[in-house]
């Protein structure tokens, strides 16, 4: 497996464009490309998924690869900034609840994606984290929890998974617990 530049197929943006880099990713069995921040909202998620994930599943699909897309519940420089002395705003990409990490879940299965990698389960300098939590909080700030249950994020990957495998219908729609 290997993890790769978002715009790793047209060599461009996050890619630099190398003609040996198709050579090598054909020796891989898994292309798991970094989208973290490369779209903010719903529409974005759908935009991507259309635009990037579904050409990039065609040409793995093609090449006989596993394609295992990216998706992340929101992010925030926030607290990683105030280490470093910087003033930044809190959710830069906000989870709306859930609905972020749920609407690229839903756009990933529309483009063909037949699994996900969660970004992160503990990142949580970086506004990523899934991992349980919530009540009281280290210092600094992290992320708007919206009042969901302390491990919603978990819960909503594994409900992503359900969804990946056809146990529950895809919609945008968070589904309920």
Known sequence: MLGIPTYWREQKND???DPALH????????????TVGRCGDPQGAANLADKVWKPDLAWCAAEKKAYLPVIFPGFSWRNLS???GKETK????PRLGGRFLWSQAVAARAAGA????VAMFDEVDEGTAIMKCGGPRPVGDFVDLSDVPT???LWLAGQASRMLRGEIPTGPELPKR
């Open 15 to 17: 890619c630099i464009p």
């Open 151 to 153: 491990d919603h994020y």
């Open 82 to 84: 105030a280490l470093r």
């Open 23 to 34: 050579a090598l990713l054909r020796r891989a069995d898994i292309l798991s490309p970094w």
């Open 90 to 93: 809190l959710d830069q990409i």
């Open 114 to 117: 037949q699994s996900l990698y």
